[in-house]
């Protein structure tokens, strides 16, 4: 069963603007994190944010917030003040239980930056 | 800061033929992953290894795939006989604990 789902297969944003990846989740363990990764076409894989189950406040790394809505499984990204670098593929995954527990990727949303 | 690091970026191989894809992970990491993406598709689960064993395995990990720690450094996956729907992007990933995965560069593998 599909367990991360990124409904948004493309976004288009203005440079300097704000735009929101959308990202949820299911699962019925209580302990689990979700991670949300960059990859821009020379196709590495690039860490951006982190929110565990047990969080209480939002994730925030410099332009990256994450809009974590637990009730709603919800793990959305927020980049703030979008540069033309922003431009790539954006990557929400999710791990349960413990570190030795598989990384689930969702499909990706691909974002291009406008100037 | 450190990187986990794959060896080739880009392997061509004959349908049928054994490859070998390299990974020295992090040097303090602890838990080892195999992850690939055929191209233009989401990043899919292979495999994961902790204390010289492997902890889980996808439904894709069949008895084609092998994955090995053979010394302290280095971790590697094997296909046996390789297919045309192995052509991949795989990426090698490592952790130490219950944190983000650092992920290698991939090694891109075409199967002709």
């Known amino acids: 069963a599909q367990k991360i789902t990124q409904t948004q297969p493309g976004m288009f944003v203005q440079e300097k603007e704000a735009v929101t990846l959308d990202c949820t989740y299911d699962?019925?363990?209580?302990?689990?994190?979700l991670f949300w990764y960059k990859q821009p076409s020379s196709g590495e894989m690039i860490f951006l944010i982190y929110?565990?189950?047990?969080?209480?406040q939002n994730a925030t790394e410099g332009r990256y917030s994450l809009n974590f809505q637990k009730a709603r499984k919800s793990a959305n990204l927020v980049i703030s003040a979008s540069q033309l670098g922003d431009s790539a593929m954006y990557f929400c995954?999710?791990?349960?239980?413990?570190?030795?527990?598989?990384?689930?990727f969702g499909a990706g949303t691909r974002l291009t930056v406008k100037p | 800061e450190p990187e986990v690091t794959q060896t080739p970026s880009h392997q061509v191989t004959q349908m049928g033929q054994e490859v070998i894809l390299r990974c020295v992970p992090i040097?303090?990491?602890?838990?080892f992953y195999w992850y690939r993406q055929i191209l233009g598709q989401k990043v899919e689960f292979l495999v994961s290894?902790?204390?010289?064993?492997?902890?889980?395995k996808s439904e894709i990990f069949d008895d084609q795939f092998s994955v090995e720690r053979p010394d302290g450094s280095n971790f590697t996956l094997k296909i046996r006989s390789t297919k045309l729907e192995d052509s991949a992007m795989y990426f090698c990933?490592?952790?130490?604990?219950?944190?983000?995965?650092?992920f290698g560069n991939g090694t891109r593998l075409t199967v002709t």
């Open positions: 699962t019925s363990d209580p302990s689990y994190g």
């Open positions: 995954a999710m791990r349960e239980g413990g570190v030795d527990n598989d990384m689930r």
């Open positions: 990933a490592s952790v130490r604990n219950n944190s983000p995965l650092h």
């Open positions: 929110q565990g189950s047990y969080d209480q």
């Open positions: 290894f902790y204390n010289n064993e492997i902890s889980e």
């Open positions: 040097s303090n990491h602890l838990y």
